[in-house]
Nanobody, 121 residues
Framework: QVQLVESGGGLVQAGGALRLSCAVS????????MGWFRQAPGKQRELVAVITSGTSTNYADSVKGRFTISRDNAKRTVYLQMNSLKPEDTAVYYC???????????????WGQGTLVTISS
């Protein structure tokens, strides 16, 4: 069974930094795009950043210049380096991957369990 295992959340003060990691576990044929989403209390889940298999990236306007998404294909891991954190970055952060489980299967999305990021003012 394919799973996304997240780590790196926690509590930091405003202006601080955190690095989130998300590793794909289980047998798969390929990984296409990988990304991070977040959901703050009372709000809808929103895209934070995405990186394609060709390492092109896209960011939400609210995090541009502060967050950096990267991936290590050998480790099947995606990272989110978050700098200059603000209280409004507080949310549960979810990892997402567009995978192809086997050579004969179609693509599907997989989600991580979420990791809580809390920024104190």
């Amino acid at each position: 069974q394919v799973q996304l295992v997240e780590s790196g959340g926690g509590l930091v003060q405003a202006g601080g930094a955190l690095r989130l990691s998300c590793a794909v576990s289980g047998s798969i044929f390929s990984i296409n795009s990988m990304g991070w989403f977040r959901q703050a209390p009372g709000k809808q889940r929103e895209l934070v950043a995405v990186i394609t298999s060709g390492t092109s990236t896209n960011y939400a306007d609210s995090v541009k210049g502060r967050f950096t998404i990267s991936r290590d294909n050998a480790k099947r891991t995606v990272y989110l380096q978050m700098n200059s954190l603000k209280p409004e970055d507080t949310a549960v952060y979810y990892c997402n991957a567009d995978i192809r489980p086997s050579i004969s299967s179609g693509r599907r999305e997989v989600w991580g369990q979420g990791t809580l990021v809390t920024i104190s003012s």
